[in-house]
C-alpha cells in the first residue's frame, strides 16, 4: 500500500532541515498503520510562515492569532473522497507554521524535526477524525495516539512536553 504525501513549502523565515520531509511521511505513515488504516491515502502538508497560519486561523477558527499547526480535514465520518486516478483516499490538509514549530522546539529544548513530527501526528489524527477540543476522555484518548505513533517513530514524548495549551 502506497500512501503519498504532498509537502509544499510556502515560508521563507525558517530553513527546512534535510531530512524533514521523509520524517513527516514517516509520521503520517505511522499514524495510518498505528490506526490499521488499510486503503492508500493522500495527506498535504504545506509550511507557511506565522503571518499565513495566522490569518488561516482567524479565517477558519476565528482565532486570528499564529498556531502551530491546522489540521483540514476532508473525510466525514470515516468517509473520503477518492482520487479516481490512483485510488487513494483524500485525508486532508495538514498547515504547519515552521516558524512556531521553530519557537516551540527552543522553548521546549528539542529539535525542529522532533516538533513537525509531534504536530505531523497530532494532525494527522486530527484527518482521521479524532478530537481533543471538548477535552476530557478524547483528548486523552488522543494523546495516547499520538504517544504510541511517536514511540513508533523512536521519538517518545518528554515529560515536560505537554503544557496546557488554551
Not at 505511522?30 to 499565513?52: G, R
Not at 476532508?74 to 482520487?83: A, P, S
Amino acid at each position: 500500500m502506497s500512501n503519498k504525501v504532498y509537502i509544499t513549502n510556502k515560508q521563507k523565515n525558517v530553513k527546512v532541515p534535510s531530512g524533514l520531509r521523509i520524517l513527516i511521511r514517516r509520521s503520517c505513515n505511522a499514524v495510518l498503520e498505528y490506526e490499521n488504516f488499510e486503503e492508500p491515502a493522500e495527506i498535504s502538508v504545506t509550511f507557511v510562515d506565522n503571518e499565513e497560519i495566522a490569518q488561516l486561523n482567524g479565517q477558519y477558527r476565528n482565532k486570528p492569532q499564529p498556531t502551530d499547526v491546522l489540521s483540514f480535514p476532508l473525510g466525514e465520518d470515516g468517509k473520503y473522497d477518492r482520487n479516481e486516478e490512483t485510488g487513494a483516499l483524500l485525508l486532508g490538509d495538514i498547515v504547519i507554521s515552521l516558524e512556531k514549530a521553530m519557537e516551540q522546539a527552543n522553548m521546549y529544548g528539542h529539535t525542529l524535526q522532533r516538533e513537525v513530527a509531534f504536530l505531523t501526528v497530532h494532525s494527522m489524527f486530527h484527518l482521521l477524525g479524532y478530537d481533543h477540543e471538548n477535552g476530557g476522555i478524547e483528548a486523552v484518548h488522543m494523546r495516547e495516539k499520538e504517544e504510541a505513533a511517536l514511540i513508533q517513530l523512536g521519538l517518545p514524548r518528554t515529560v515536560s512536553y505537554t503544557p496546557d495549551k488554551e
